[in-house]
């Protein structure tokens, strides 16, 4: 990962602060297994040839902005290997830190529209687009682990096709243990990369669930 432009620790804070909620209750992080909103739109009927334009993933943390090139090329890989898509690699690296809401859920929703107000200059052709985000905090032990991952797919005109967010509230998420001791570079990627195979095995299990109940 590289380090680009920094974020104000104000605005980071309080996404922060509510990492464990997922909706505008907060309330104590119990496991859950369907996080954010259900899948919508084609994505459903795509037979695996829709094209994905997939961007480097944001890693926030305190300090600012990183960006992840090894996870965007595990999630085309991933597309490619499950049927889902045919993923292109863009190389601009996007910042959708200006989403606010305070609580996550809030901020992810702000963010599908953040996303979407960047695509037209964008000028893609692809039908879809597809962002990972990686929110990191500090840990009481002195190392770092990510308390929130937010993907965002949507259709090439900016519509939701299939985004949802992961915190301590979801099982999946809690059982992963996404966090490390260890502060450096090689090790944030490691777990980085190890939120991203649960990002994205979220993603096809949301999607096959979908189908059957299609």
């Known amino acids: 990962m590289k380090r680009s432009t920094f974020i104000a620790l104000t605005v980071l804070s309080a996404v922060a602060a509510s990492f464990a909620c997922c909706s505008k ?3 104590p992080a119990v496991p859950n297994p369907e996080p954010g909103i ?16 997939v961007f480097p993933a944001v890693v926030r943390t305190f300090e600012g902005v990183a960006y ?28 959708l830190a200006n989403t606010g809401g305070g609580v996550q859920w809030n901020a992810f929703q702000n963010g599908i529209k953040a996303l979407a ?13 597809m962002l990972l985000e990686f929110l990191v905090t500090n840990t009481r032990s002195g190392g770092v ?4 991952i937010e993907c965002y797919l949507l259709e090439g005109n900016g519509a939701n096709a299939c985004s949802f ?10 059982e992963a243990g996404l966090s490390t001791a ?17 990002a994205l095995a979220e993603l096809r299990r949301r999607v096959a669930e979908a189908k059957k109940g299609a």
């Open 38 to 53: 259900p899948p919508t739109g084609s994505f459903l009927e795509s037979d695996g040839t829709s094209t994905v334009t």
């Open 182 to 198: 260890d502060l450096s570079p090689e090790a944030r990627e490691q777990m980085i990369m190890k939120g991203t195979a649960v």
């Open 68 to 95: 992840s090139q090894a996870s965007r090329e595990a999630a085309i890989a991933f597309l490619k290997e499950n049927r889902l898509g045919v993923g292109q690699a863009s190389d601009t690296e996007l910042d």
């Open 117 to 129: 107000a960047k695509l037209p200059e964008q000028k893609l052709s692809s039908d879809y687009v």
């Open 165 to 174: 967010l992961l915190n301590s509230h979801h099982s999946v998420f809690t």
């Open 145 to 148: 682990a990510v308390g929130g």
């Open 25 to 27: 209750h907060q309330g």
